[in-house]
DNA sequence: TGCAAATAGTTAGGCAGCTAACTATAATGC
DNA sequence: GCATTATAGTTAGCTGCCTAACTATTTGCA
């Protein structure tokens, strides 16, 4: 996602409002604030996770194996899970077994089958990452009285109803 | 950013709440469906982006150029605007410049420059780009009402001032 | 004035995402 | 019961992002 570090002032706002008239100034900011704001706390996050050797792909993968009671699952349900393509979630699996954070072996039920099962350095890993984590989320996040939270859910949810507006 | 396409029940937030007891389960619906509203809201913006071969980076670097008065700008200025790094500028402009929708020439007061024009034929392909993204931005920003709008706005400034949380 | 430092842009190489095409295995149906 | 179809995973090749290193040019100061 593009980190738009300029944002439109009054004056370009209105040139490009006097050339395109659907546009609506308070809406093109609240989209692109919106946008910018949520680019820069994915990247925020990604340095964060960077400083222990993980980005967002590959510490989902970690935090998805930790959900399931035995600790494994098939790539394609990874992938499903994670909102990435089969191959991209081969990568992904490729580079954390290289640093032996999960292992694969075949299923014997069906040879068509991976499963990917997360090592103990990759709960290790995860011990090291997540409460460090949700601390500085704490912190972020406090910034929002209750209130603000709950209005927060309320117009995210409206905003996702209207996903498809680019379909 | 990664569009976490499954976000944890309360089931599974419980477990992890349970290992790591500064986890707080509101926060953490709040961030993640922050980041996965935009993540989606984004896709959708370069979906429809493609369908007029351009994608957010390309795109954004005409409208910079159609921001200024003489539609010209140097690449190192463009990258600073975009957020992206100056060799990431160069492939975008080098993508846009075998398309024509932008032309390069080196400046005359200082040979390390070169100046970034935007093309009539860029220009035509924001004519045709920007008015319907308009139509649905509006359709996608009337979801919230007045209120709602001020209020995302004073959210997300709160949220902008923490973005420092990770680092 | 002439050399060191700063600046503009590009190139090289890496990563993480994608689609399309491929291999191996399993399921289905005539 | 064998051929077709579907499914799981990987590979190949593309894009756009990054950092680090490089070239060319300008600036600044001793």
Redo the contacts between chains.
Sequence with gaps: ??????L?DAH?LK??AD??P???I??????L??????????N??D??LASHDLL??RW?VLI?L??EDDHCASPSKLA?????SRATMTGLIDSLQRDKLVSRSTSNKDRRQTLVRLTRAGQKKL?DV??DY???????????SKQ??D??????S??????????
């Design positions: 996602m593009l980190e738009l570090r300029e439109p370009i040139k490009f050339r395109y659907d546009a609506d308070d809406q093109i900011l609240q989209f604030t919106f946008l910018h704001v949520a680019t820069d706390l994915s925020g996050l340095r964060y967002q792909g989902w998805l930790m959900r499903e899970k994670a909102g990435v011990d997540m409460p949700y601390r500085r989320l704490n912190q972020l996040m406090s910034a929002l603000e939270g209005m927060l859910m309320s117009i995210l409206k905003l996702r109803q209207q996903s498809a507006v680019f379909d």
